[in-house]
């Protein structure tokens, strides 16, 4: 990045607070809807996949053990009480079983990678599920086939790509209870990142740790404003909290679109 100019390292400092910010605000969309812009600085995907990673893999094991830790103080403090947790733990274990194995396809590049079509297919479905939560009439899927046939789709182009986030969340969402859903996200993403994360060391990518030193404060800034947006859209009723999950689903089909037929 020595040959960027200072304006252009400022724009990916506040690209990277706005990363952190929706990622711990809403629990899925931070590199989908970062990494686009940051092409347009630097249009080489490998020098901000690792950093991405790397901070999504920080930020969503902090948040899983904060979200542990209030869930064991809350027993202590009501004893009564019978265990929480700020996890999904049954349907995360369930659906992993779907997402494994295309994810690892995925990485590996066994299959062809999709094409534009097939990309624009994928986003205009995540987009009618993205207008459905915002008109206040949120997709609900009444076949466990339709499940497994998006948790496929979303394993794999995770593997591939960053496209793979809202199919998946379009099927969290109509499973995982609201105030489980982003600490559930946050631990699937990690162990997705994760399985992508071995490969890159395994394929002898760079991952810009020296330039994780000085971006990585940033996305702290943004994690932090992003945990305040959280627990204000949590005091929200539902109808608040699915519309900015179908703004948020929308603008990152939107980004995308942006990023495939415009940036490439």
């Given amino acids: ?47 901000f996949l690792p950093i991405i990673s790397i901070q999504l ?3 969503s094991s902090w948040i899983a053990w904060q979200g ?34 295309p994810k690892l396809l995925g990485v590996l590049g066994l299959l062809t990678l999709p094409s534009q079509v097939v990309t624009a297919l994928i986003f205009a479905m995540i987009s ?22 998006f948790l496929t789709l979303g394993g794999y182009f995770s593997g591939t ?17 609201r105030h489980q859903l982003r600490d559930t996200l946050f631990v699937l993403w990690f162990i997705l990142v994760s399985i992508k994360m071995t490969s890159f060391i395994i ?21 932090m404003l992003g945990l305040k947006f959280h627990d204000y859209i949590q005091t929200q009723g539902n109808v608040m909290f699915y519309r900015v999950i179908g703004i948020a689903l ?3 089909c939107l980004t995308g679109f942006f990023s495939q037929w415009i940036v490439n």
Wanted: aromatic letters at 12%; a positive charge; one cysteine or more.
């Fill in 161 to 177: 790509s960053l496209i793979g986030a809202p199919l998946i969340v379009a099927v969290y969402v109509s499973h995982v209870p």
């Fill in 128 to 149: 009618v599920f993205a207008v459905s939560y915002i008109v206040n009439k949120p997709f609900k899927s009444k076949s466990r086939w339709t499940d497994i046939f």
């Fill in 68 to 101: 542990h830790r209030r869930s064991r103080a809350m027993i202590q403090t009501h004893a009564e009480a019978s265990p929480s947790s700020n996890i999904d733990w049954s349907y995360l274990k369930k659906s992993m079983v779907i997402i494994i194995v």
């Fill in 203 to 223: 394929a002898g990518v760079n991952l810009q740790l020296m330039n994780q030193i000085w971006l990585f404060p940033c996305a702290w800034l943004g994690h």
């Fill in 57 to 59: 893999m920080v930020f």
């Fill in 250 to 252: 929308l603008v990152v």
């Fill in 1 to 47: 990045m020595a040959d960027l100019a200072i304006w252009q390292l400022i724009i990916m400092a506040l690209v990277f607070v706005w990363s952190g910010f929706v990622r711990s605000g809403l629990g899925f969309g931070g590199a989908a809807l970062a990494l686009p812009l940051l092409l347009l600085l630097k249009n080489d995907p490998l020098i």
